[in-house]
């Protein structure tokens, strides 16, 4: 196609192009289209294919001009993004500025803006400085731990006493406000030492007994979700079922049950207090980064496109559907508990999606900078921890990575972690405070409600 093109950066990171199709271009697509349409066009008082031009035209120029400029459009799109330097967003659709139709004998002009990648500064993270705490594991730690093993391979069976603080409830109940039915559910399973239920009726309940009713009221501290907060409702509810959990014996037989490489209670320890060991270390590195990335994206410059944020606040709310097993309903639901819409939720997470954004796109920023490059060899020590099949040869199984999108996600992923780790290397790490892995968590559970 015989066309001439340029682009020009415009603000928050978009591009025009305006491109530039030979008339003759114009010419030849308008012909085509006007062949095509006296061939099989059927006009009142014209043989099929024998209505005149002249016809056609006077009645329907307007929409074949329409139908050429569309398929010129696209076709010069096509071609011109091919040789430009500055390529759209994946996700970002180019929109058309101040369209006009053509005119026959006329080189035929149109504009396209679109979003593009931004040019950003940070500053220099070499100078940044982070703090390490040092997490020691106690016994507590690997007590909890086995308490986590004990409870897993528990098992449930009818108690017909009262119940208790671990026990798991099954009740029917219907909560009214201000004499209104609010919310009913005829089969919900309490977990006594959980707080999971949304009116939080385990205090409720306990010493109850299977059968038993109970009506009461009941007020919720503004600090509740907005549904419940600040109101008080009128329950009435009844216990169906009482199940207990038994958990079994900490002897040797129980540690042969968690892993069988572990023939004794001792052993089964030794292994829990090293896993605890790596865990707190990553963890310790984890809160590092993080914090190098806090610091980063306050030095952040650039502009970044609309679309970028609707597309991460897009991402946030399908990890929630997938969490619910890709049931949207159920989705909808859990939002509604907490007066929140799909688009309302999307909406409240742009500070967030910003900040997920301006991160990846600093990682991206190192690994260009820093010549960050993943070879085979990368690629092959990555996998190796995966393969589970040894029949299979690694050249192999890279070369049916390499023949599908696999690959290039995984030599993404490295580049992500090499970046990281780069990062990590390079900052000045100060000597924090030593804590517990207790104490490490509750810190980094307050500064997460902080913010």
């Given amino acids: ?179 209104k039915e609010f919310y009913t559910n005829e089969n919900e399973y309490i977990y006594m030492d959980k707080k999971y239920d949304m009116f939080k009726l385990g205090e409720d309940i306990k010493g109850l007994k299977k059968g038993d009713e109970k009506e009461f009221s009941k007020t919720f501290s503004k600090d509740e979700i907005e549904k419940i907060a600040d109101k008080t409702f009128d329950i009435k509810l009844k216990i169906k079922e009482v199940k207990e959990e038994v958990k079994p014996e900490l002897n040797d037989d129980f540690a042969k049950q968690v892993n069988e490489k572990f023939d004794t209670m001792e052993k089964l320890k030794t292994n829990i207090r090293e896993q605890l060991a790596k865990y707190a270390e990553n963890l310790t590195k984890q809160k590092i980064v993080d914090e190098i990335f806090d610091k980063l994206c306050d030095t952040f410059e650039g502009e970044i496109p609309q679309s970028m944020i609707e597309e991460q606040k897009e991402l946030f709310y399908r990890n929630i559907v997938n969490n619910f097993g890709g049931n949207e309903k159920k989705v909808e639901q859990y939002l509604k508990m907490q007066n929140l819409t799909k688009e309302s939720y999307k909406n409240q997470m742009e500070e967030s999606a910003v900040k997920e954004i301006k991160r990846g796109l600093i990682i991206q920023d190192i690994i260009k900078t820093e010549n960050i490059n993943i070879s085979d060899d990368d690629v092959k020590e990555y996998i190796k921890p995966f393969i589970t099949d040894n029949s299979k040869n690694i050249d192999e199984i890279i070369d049916n990575y390499k023949k599908n999108r696999q690959y290039e996600m995984i030599k993404e992923e490295i580049e992500i972690k090499k970046a990281i780790d780069y990062i990590y290397n390079n900052v000045k790490i100060k000597k924090g405070k030593k804590l517990t892995l207790d104490e490490f968590n509750k810190q980094s559970d307050n500064k997460k409600k902080k913010k």
């Fill in 1 to 179: 196609m015989k066309l001439n093109y340029e682009t020009i950066e415009k603000e928050k990171s978009q591009v025009s192009l305006k491109i530039t199709v030979d008339k003759e271009e114009i010419k030849n697509e308008y012909e085509k289209l006007i062949s095509d349409v006296q061939d099989k066009a059927e006009i009142k008082g014209f043989r099929k294919g024998k209505v005149p031009r002249a016809v056609l035209e006077s009645k329907f120029k307007e929409g074949f001009l329409t139908d050429v400029a569309s398929k010129i459009i696209d076709n010069a799109f096509k071609e011109a993004i091919e040789k430009v330097d500055k390529k759209p967003i994946a996700y970002s659709m180019p929109k058309l500025e101040n369209f006009q139709l053509p005119v026959l004998e006329s080189d035929y002009t149109f504009e396209l803006i679109y979003d593009v990648f931004p040019k950003i500064k940070i500053g220099d993270f070499k100078k940044i400085e982070a703090e390490s705490n040092e997490i020691k594991i106690t016994d507590d730690d690997v007590k909890s731990e086995i308490e986590k093993y004990q409870k897993e391979f528990s098992t449930i069976k009818p108690k017909e006493g009262s119940i208790g603080d671990n026990d798991i409830v099954n009740i029917e109940y219907t909560v009214n406000h201000e004499g």
